[in-house]
């Protein structure tokens, strides 16, 4: 059984940083895509950030550039988000998916979900 765990979010002010984990399990951890994902009360979800496996390629949404960095450590089985730069526009919660690879990490459906942590960045 597949089970991604995240933890990390809390409140900040505009400027702050964060760090988010997902502990993974039940999967084959190397040969799955990771991302990020975020959803705001009454927005879409949004893609925030992906990690290939492997070689660790990564994508990031437009609006997180610069200030956000996707990373996995493969001896814990962990996704991590590094935010810097945290603006109002960023709280949301987040959430961790992920997606056996078969080609593509930012196109593929991402049909495994964690919980989500919840991030509030006040101004």
């Known amino acids: 059984q597949v089970q991604l765990v995240e933890s990390g979010g809390g409140s900040v002010q505009a400027g702050g940083s964060l760090r988010l984990s997902c502990a993974a399990s039940?999967?084959?951890?190397?040969?799955?895509?990771m991302g990020w994902f975020r959803q705001a009360p009454g927005k879409e979800r949004e893609r925030v950030g992906i990690?290939?496996?492997?070689?660790?390629?990564?994508g990031y949404a437009d609006s997180v550039k610069g200030r956000f960095t996707v990373s996995r450590d493969y001896a814990k089985d962990t996704l991590y988000l590094q935010m810097v730069s945290l603006e109002p526009e960023d709280t949301a919660m987040y959430y961790c998916?992920?997606?056996?690879?078969?080609?593509?990490?930012?196109?593929?459906?991402?049909?495994?979900w964690g919980r989500g942590t919840q991030v509030t960045v006040s101004s």
């Open positions: 998916a992920a997606a056996m690879y078969d080609g593509a990490c930012v196109s593929t459906v991402y049909n495994y």
């Open positions: 039940g999967l084959t951890y190397n040969r799955y895509c």
């Open positions: 990690i290939f496996p492997g070689g660790g390629s990564t």
